[in-house]
């Protein structure tokens, strides 16, 4: 297979030009913080570090880390560079879990995005002929929007669909024979179930790759979605805070982990219990530093999303350095009696399973002072038996394979078909009714 | 000499086995012979119906989990040790019950016995070789 690039000189650059290029950008977009936001500025002498100590690249770990609740603190534009008059569009977090954050273009910037998302598409093997079905929500989110431009800028046709109402996303699917699929997993399996009762065979339609992101999920998933709707999943990473969707992108080529535009993005992964800057290739929690944006750049940022970075090189050919699939975040992860626990590993072992489908969810209570975790299932018709016995030891199984894959034991619960809540963004797998 | 029989999935919650008799209701739906199984979680509800097909299609667009197993019918005289005898004649042969549930015909004097067993093949040999009567669908239905 021909491997496309979109920018084939800086996305096989040897590592060391690249790095070059990292430490000049870096300097500059330190001094320029330094110079123009106050939070930063304040942070930085706090730490006893200036902008001219920065030398190399291994000297970024002397800077202060930045974490959402900075965000918060400065809600709104506190942590704007540039005059608000600079500034041509903002996205904002929904705030589920508290403030919502905001994040600035300048005009430069939704430039800059739009070719990295168009690195992103080529990279998953999207080319000028697709027909590109853009089911990421549009609105204040950065996924429809910031796809949008990407698909644009790389020349293929944009529908610009947003995401929910499954039934029509299907009939587009059908009559504009869309090849490309872009929404969150969970959604794609959303629209698998969709087209069952809806009787139209994935094959009958043209999609041919699917790409999925802005929540985690397993592998096991992946293969569900891949034979669901009969075309290639790969994932893609982006958050809003660092720019949106498009940070990170998997080639058809790598078989683990997705390919960081680190000419754009400086990752490093971290204890985040110490801070510590682990060796490469440990797992921790991943780090930003955006070295390219104008309007809200970031420094350090903290995103929560544990990953480990993978240095061998590619058989696409690119040297951009690769993040595994992110399998959890530091903020999701449950602890249960003691125990760390992520959905994506009940997610997996809940796909190892014969029949179970993709929709589950994780019910945690507090009994006294006891933590107890239930795991909803649904009882397909591929699961379903006449007898008791065949549907207790179904039970039995998933809570024996849960209890040796994390050690903690759960009770499992069945439910009667979509009763869990489906998902048109991002899916809730965790009800946590624990008062803490 | 098999019966269909259809099974779906409850979730132990109020109101779910009103709502699937009236869906059946609803449909012109007759149903012939029923049981619930149940643990403390959820359910199996077993049902014998004159149109299977049909039962099944309007239960699975309601949403409802559907199965299809197929059963047998025995047909004892309504009396002390009907089920007895033909448990018996079961047992000497080796033959494990799965479940079965049982109604008594008013008008013929007979009772009917649902039987599923592991071994289907196995316990018609037995059964029609021991002279029970075992009922067809459409004779089941028209009781």
Redesign the interface.
Known sequence: MTVIYWEEEMETLPRVGLESIQLRRLQHLVARVYKTVEPYRRKMDEAGVRPEDIKSLGDLGRLPFTAKDDLRNNYPFGLFTVPMEEVVRVHASSGTTGKSTVVGYTSKDIDTWAGIMARALCCAGTTREDMVQNAYGYGLFTGGLGAHYGIERLGATVIPVSGGNSKRQINIMKDFRSTVLLSTPSYALNLADAMDSLDIPPASLSLRVGIFGAEPWSENMREEVEKKLNLKAVDIYGLSEVMGPGVAQECLQSDRGMHIFEDHFLPEIIDPDSGEVLPAGEQGELVFTTLTKEAFPLIRYRTKDISRLIYEPCDCGRTLVRMEKVTGRTDDMLIIRGVNIFPSQVEHVLMGVEGVEPHYQIVVEREGNLDTMSVQVE???GL??????V??NLTKKIQADIKSLLGVTCRV???????IQRSEGKAQRVIDNRKI | MLVE?I?V???NKSGRLAEITAILAENDTNIRALSV???A??G?L?LIVNDVEKARTILQEA?????K?NVLAVEVVDKTGGLATVLKSLHNAGINV??MYAFVNKSGGNAVLIF?FEKMDEAIDVLQKDGFTLLSGEQVCAL
């Open positions: 009882v397909s018709e379903f038996s006449d007898e008791i016995r549907l207790e619960k069945l439910v009667e078909p979509k009763t | 029989q099974a999935f409850l979730e199984a149940d643990t979680d959820f199996i077993r949403g409802f989990t559907v199965g197993t799965e479940y599923r």
